[in-house]
Structure formats: structure tokens, C-alpha cells
């Protein structure tokens, strides 16, 4: 009898434990997304206001921009699809941690604003019909266009490198 529960203890120590470990330590977006899309209900919002969550965000011009957060690698990154009247107009899933902070904004002049902690601030705009993305990085005309009701969550650092190149001749 004392043999049995000893076996049982050690299939309890042995086996269940690590199973129910493995539950408690998992990432809850791999776990509970893997293998597809989170599904968002449909939040109206005017162009300016700053989206610092995943969510499905619609426009008074029929316009969507859908931000959701989908596993890369041994992170997740910040994925995100803009559409006007269904149509897609364009879509990117690469290099955005969603550890670090993130910001998007679309303007009144139908641009889309994107800041990651961790890779810049990129500016998305219609050229010919195609959406480009551009890099702030130092050039100042792309500075001087942020929106100034934009909220992004720029580091200090970055406000004060951005402030120095616009104050130069």
C-alpha cells in the first residue's frame, strides 16, 4: 500500500507538475492566438487620435486600420493592415517589438504615423496610387510634418535630437 502512494506521488511530481508549470508559464498570446488572428470588435475613432492598442479602429471616411499582435520568432511583433471601403491599401507585420512602446496616428492628410520604441518613427503616405513607408530618422521635413496633436511615446532622448536638428540653420 505505502508502494502505491509513493508511485503515486512521483507520476503526480514527474509528470503533472511539469504539464500544469508549462500552463502557468506559458506567453498567453502564443497560447491562446497560435495559429490565428485576434478578432476585435469595431471602435470609432477621428483621425489624430493617438492607437496604442491592438484593436480594429474605424474612421468616419471608411477607413480601417486593424492593429493586432501575432508571435515572430521568440517575441510577438506589432502587425497592422490600413483599408479603405474593404480594400486593403496596405499591410506590415515586421521588425515592431510589442515590448517596447508603440504609437499610431492617421492624420488629416491621410498619412499613417507609426512609432516603435525600438525601430523609429515611420511615415506612411499614397505616392501614384501606392502606399510608401519613409523613415524619419533625421530628415527634417519629415520632423516638421509630424502632427503636433500626435502623442507618441518618443523617448526624451529622441524629442531632444529631433528639437536640435530643427533649431539648426
Do not use: C
Amino acid at each position: 500500500m505505502l508502494r502505491l502512494k509513493q508511485l503515486g506521488v512521483a507520476v503526480v511530481v514527474l509528470v503533472i507538475t511539469p504539464i500544469v508549470a508549462s500552463f502557468l508559464v506559458a506567453d498567453p498570446v502564443s497560447f491562446f492566438a497560435t495559429g490565428r488572428r485576434q478578432s476585435f470588435s469595431p471602435q470609432q475613432v477621428q483621425r489624430g487620435a493617438p492607437i496604442t492598442r491592438p484593436g480594429n479602429y474605424h474612421y468616419p471616411d471608411a477607413t480601417n486600420l486593424v492593429v493586432h499582435i501575432e508571435p515572430s520568432g521568440g517575441g510577438h511583433v506589432v502587425a497592422y493592415e490600413l483599408l479603405r471601403n474593404g480594400r486593403t491599401l496596405l499591410t506590415n507585420n515586421r521588425d515592431a517589438s510589442d515590448f517596447h512602446r508603440w504609437s499610431f496616428t492617421l492624420d488629416d492628410q491621410d498619412r499613417l504615423w507609426f512609432y516603435s520604441a525600438d525601430i523609429g518613427l515611420a511615415r506612411w503616405a499614397p505616392v501614384d496610387g501606392e502606399w510608401q513607408e519613409t523613415w524619419v530618422v533625421d530628415q527634417i521635413e519629415l520632423i516638421r510634418e509630424i502632427p503636433p496633436e500626435m502623442s507618441l511615446p518618443v523617448s526624451s532622448s529622441a524629442r531632444e535630437h529631433w528639437n536640435k536638428l530643427l533649431s539648426q540653420p
